[in-house]
């Protein structure tokens, strides 16, 4: 139960610690599981201690059990290894100090671990922390690289010979941090976010020479495995052998089975380009050369083509052609005007036959009106009228008798 208290009414500190060591002492006994971290085991000592630790969280526990239960398990458990402890919580109130008595221990097996492990994957899975479609790009020459590994380890030295080996101006960015143990995965994981903050980086490489089940746990932790899942920077995983595939392989951008095949899959191999630069440009060659050649047999092509080699032979075809057109033309304009010419001497003879003037040449007269009216009849004159008679040679007036004749009064 909550206790009141006040400024003016506060509890000594002996009291606060009994009230504590009280509240403890009611929790009872608890299975707890941990990696074990420090191990004390003096000679002559019938108490062990050791400290046990949650690896995710980075808390820790102090542990004391008796000699004889820590020896049934003393050849399968040594520092770093994950127990099962059945233990009683203790207060010890002098020093305000929080411990475990422990009755029982029992070491995690690989099977039980590897079960755990499955289960882990299947909840993250579910997450899409190991969609394929979440994986980024590797760039094509990364300018500079973030290591994440043990110091002074192969690993470290497979990755950097290999890589610059491959591209002598590749650079790195290291850090060394632990790779197994307790220390490992807050140390992985700060190390994986100061190089994801560079934004030089252009890919981290987390890279670990192989090992046990147990020592590769660290790189199946669930912290890490998130940290590596918020990355904007690509990760390659690069931990253990081929055997060997901790979570850590299904988050990342990209697994690589080694050390050794995370620099080749990462760097590209300098001789290879070249190789692959010089290909390209004689297969570049090779085309603008073979293109040449066929515009240059088509333009062979067309130049021996009579057209091209005589330019005017068509025309001097064509002008023997047109001089017998233009001869053709003019015999049929020749024919057509000599027959009109023919028609129309034709057409003026047998005018100038019905012509009045031809008429008056045979003698005829033509006898008109003062108004020009020709006469016709005998009727249509009176006696005494003038008329005008126009002959071949010219004209001359008349005047018409009582009887209907004319008589003649002058040219």
Known sequence: MA????AENPLPVGEVSRLIGGWIDRLGAVWVEGQITQLSRRPGAGVV????????????????????????????????ARVVVLAKPEWYAPRGQLSLRAAEIRPVGVGEL???????????AAEGLFAPERKKPLPFLPQLIGLVCGR???????????????WPAVRFQV??????????????VQAVKELDALDEVDVIIVARGGGSVEDLLPFSDEQLVRAVAGCRTPVVSAIGHEPDNPLLDHVADLRASTPTDAAKKVVPDVGEELERVRQLRDRARRCAQAFVEREE?????????????????????????????????????????????????????RVVALSPAATLRRGYAVLQKADGHVVRAPDEVTAGEALRARVAAGEFTVRADGEGSVGNQGS
């Open 3 to 6: 206790v009141n208290t006040s």
């Open 49 to 80: 201690f050791l400290t046990l630790r949650d690896p995710s969280h980075d808390i820790s526990v102090g542990v004391t059990c008796y000699r004889q239960v820590f020896d049934s398990v003393a050849d399968v458990v040594s520092e770093g």
């Open 114 to 124: 590897l079960a755990r492990l499955e289960q882990l994957k299947k909840a993250l």
């Open 152 to 166: 002074a380890s192969a690993a470290e030295r497979d990755v950097l010979e290999n890589a610059r080996h491959r």
């Open 175 to 188: 850090r060394n941090v632990a790779v197994q143990g307790v220390h490992a995965v807050p140390q992985v």
């Open 297 to 349: 047999r088509g333009l062979a092509h067309a130049l021996a083509r009579p057209c091209m080699q005589d330019p005017h032979r068509m025309v001097d075809e064509r002008a023997d052609q047109v001089t017998a057109l233009v001869d053709r033309a003019r015999r049929t304009l020749g024919h057509l005007l000599d027959r009109a010419d023919s028609e129309l001497t034709h057409t003026h003879a």
